[in-house]
């Protein structure tokens, strides 16, 4: 390895270990799921599926993709599983292939209220190819308004209706979804990119069984490393997995796909079940410690892995993007976030703060509160001495995995 990169491949070590890493969509995967990365199945081309495959010499590769499909399978409840997603963006093309045409509609929650920009954004393919329509969360209560989302799907009749989201805090009811779709006969997406953990550790209800497709990213909750994952019903199974190849991607990731296989592997263990729990108390005991010291929280609490700040009434002056380098500059990640009702769209008016990746390292209900006085102090003071002697402590007492 060049010098060049060794160094920043410490660095980066470094960074981990040495900072609260609290971006949402972040994690710290086990020894295994990484020696499954970095493992010899990245000199293979795996294209096909198990027992399917182009190329001879597969049966090994066939074995690792069948135990990702097995394990994903016990987890979710699943009927068919597609694990070669390279990422849970290309899961979600995966099924817009599969099922839209071009021109066809979606409707989705609007990215400023914590969408997610493959939900039709026209930054997007999916929003260059399909018409798409927003719904919104209520700026009060700080949850999805499910019937804004119903009048709309009335109105717009759209082919697709997706929830699931990226920045947002609360359970989501996808019965009321998947409801407004059957009215007006279009597919149901579940996006469980975040959720896909906390579900398969039953700390949320599922989709699976009532939509028609769950996606995710695997290196979320989850935490299996880098790529993504499609659950459907198996009358789907055949569109979803030529959608996938060869309709969006080439050979299969195999060593992530693997990485998918250790981390569902360990999904699988009650010590799973245990950490997916102190996910979210760890996340409602930042949110309430938060609240405690005058700061905003959206929608008065969380169920979920993600606490969504409002700064607007604590901090008026602090922008989100603001927010997000005053906490960089003193060791703490998150990242910035639009909020319902946003009146600063570019700068945004919250912050997304995530505990999957210091849960994984120890950090329990009284770290939790250390940290949300941390977080506080930062943003209402310059002064970062103390604070990053405490950070150095908490870090110290709550190492990483070897
Ligand atoms: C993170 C996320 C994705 C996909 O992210 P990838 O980095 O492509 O895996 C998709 N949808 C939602 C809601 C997300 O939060």
Redesign the pocket.
């Known amino acids: 390895m060049s010098e060049d990169l060794a160094d920043a491949l410490d660095a980066e070590e470094t960074t981990q270990r040495n900072g609260l890493l609290m971006i949402a ?1 972040e994690n710290h995967v086990s020894p295994a799921v990484m020696a499954a990365q970095g493992s010899v199945l990245t000199n293979r081309n795996a294209l096909g599926y198990p027992d399917d495959r182009l190329y001879p010499a597969s049966q090994d590769i066939d074995t690792v993709e069948q135990l990702a499909i097995d394990y994903a399978k016990e987890l979710w409840g699943a009927d068919h599983v597609n694990v070669q997603p390279h ?6 093309l995966a099924v817009y292939l599969a099922v839209l045409e071009p021109n066809d509609r979606i409707l989705a929650l609007d990215p400023i209220d914590g ?2 920009i ?2 039709g954004d026209t930054r997007h393919i999916s929003g260059k190819q399909h018409e798409t329509e927003f719904y919104h969360a209520n700026p009060e209560t700080g949850r999805v308004d499910y019937d804004d989302l119903q009048t709309r799907a009335e109105e717009f009749d759209p082919d697709l209706i997706i929830s ?3 920045a947002y805090p609360r359970e989501v009811n996808w019965e009321r979804v998947q409801a407004a779709a059957d009215a007006v006969d279009a597919y149901h997406l579940a ?1 469980i ?2 959720l896909s953990g906390l579900i398969a550790a039953d700390q949320l209800a599922s989709p699976v069984g009532i939509a028609d497709f769950a ?1 995710g ?1 695997t ?2 909750t989850i935490r299996a490393g ?3 994952v499609i659950l459907c019903d198996e009358m789907y199974a055949d569109a979803i997995d030529a959608a996938v190849f060869p309709g969006s991607q080439g050979g299969a990731a195999m060593p992530m796909i693997a990485g998918k296989a250790a981390g569902f592997a360990e999904a699988l263990t009650p010590e799973f079940d245990s950490y997916a729990e102190q996910l979210v108390t760890n996340a409602r005991t930042l949110a309430q410690t938060l609240a405690e010291r005058g700061i905003h929280v959206v929608s008065g609490g969380t169920d979920t892995h993600i606490v969504l700040i409002d700064l607007r009434q604590s901090h008026p002056d602090l922008t989100g993007s603001e927010a997000e380098a005053k906490l960089e500059a003193a060791g703490i990640y998150v990242t910035k976030a639009t909020v319902p009702g946003e009146t600063r769209p570019n700068e945004a008016s919250g912050i997304r703060i995530g505990t999957p990746a210091l849960t994984s390292r120890g950090f329990e209900e009284e770290e939790m509160k250390k940290v949300a006085e941390l977080i506080n102090h930062v943003l209402n003071d310059d002064d970062l001495e103390n604070v990053q002697t405490e950070i150095a402590v908490l870090c110290e007492e709550n190492p990483l995995d070897e």
């Open positions: 969509s990422s849970g963006s290309l899961a979600n969408g997610h493959t939900h699931g989201y990226s996006d990119a975040h996606t990213s290196y979320k880098r790529g993504g």
